[in-house]
């Protein structure tokens, strides 16, 4: 799949690897409709790549609707990355041994789970409309699931499931989009340097890093984003969850 020319919408695209995704694949030459939510620095961001800005919820069906109709004005709508999301703790009994509010197991389902989704049916419903490449390729789906997929710690029965859920459903997509020349894969992260863990005290991070076999640090936006440039641009890569986590299995706590 050619990057240049094809318009890319990247989700959770103001931050994080969805930034470090948006930057790579404007240079790269895609036009990138940044997607985020209203209050994110999304506006500005698109201004500085020349590309577009669609604030959206991923959970409401006609705001993603909205954001892959603005995309596919700015370009013919190929390349959909999906980094949007949240991680907060949410334990199956509290402190006291009370069962946890279902409703901060819910929030999490939704917005990394069902919102993944959402874009992803929104998206390709546009896609498999537009003109094939000469080889029949209409365009790429990257989703973000992270490797509590397969090592959920203390703490993350909702964030695991939501991300477990995204793997999941990866190879059924694939292979249902494959009639439109639609590849659809997954990146499954390990400890990365988002805006989450840059607020740690860098002794923190340094301790966070050493619990990856090779190399012993966290990982980088741009390597996460140089992933997705290659899956974009392997035409063999579909269906399939690729770790990328520097051989780490996460310990229970």
């Known amino acids: 799949m050619q990057i240049q020319g094809s318009g890319a919408l990247v989700t959770g695209g103001a931050s994080g690897l969805g930034l470090a995704t948006a930057r790579r694949l404007a240079a790269a030459g895609a036009t990138v409709t940044i997607v985020d939510l209203p209050s994110s620095k999304g506006a500005e961001l ?80 546009v896609i498999a409309a537009n003109d094939p490449s000469e080889s029949g390729d209409r365009g790429v789906i990257v989703s973000t699931a992270s490797v509590a997929a397969f090592d959920g710690q203390i703490g993350q029965p909702a964030y695991s499931a939501s991300k477990g859920g995204v793997h999941a459903m990866t190879l059924p997509i694939a292979r249902e989009l494959a009639r439109y020349g639609i590849r659809v894969c997954t990146i499954a992260p ?29 990982g980088r936006p741009d390597e996460y984003a140089s992933l997705v440039q290659q899956i974009v641009e392997n035409g063999y890569l579909n269906g399939e969850t690729i770790r990328l986590d520097g051989a780490i299995r996460m310990a229970p706590r």
Not at 68 to 92: D, F, H, M, S, T
Not at 99 to 121: K, M
Not at 193 to 214: K, N
């Open 46 to 125: 698109a201004a500085e790549l020349g590309g577009v800005f669609a604030p959206a919820d991923v959970t409401s069906p006609d705001e993603v609707a909205a954001a892959v109709a603005a995309a596919q004005a700015a370009a013919p709508l190929r390349i959909v990355v999906n980094c949007a999301g949240i991680a907060p703790p949410a334990k199956v009994l509290d402190r006291d041994g009370n069962p946890t509010d279902l409703a901060a197991f819910e929030r999490i389902i939704r917005i990394n789970l069902v919102g993944t989704f959402n874009v992803i049916s929104q998206a390709s419903a």
């Open 190 to 218: 390990g400890i990365m340097e988002t805006p989450m863990l840059a607020g740690l005290p860098q002794a923190a991070q340094d301790s966070l890093g050493e619990q990856v076999p090779y190399p012993a640090r966290l």
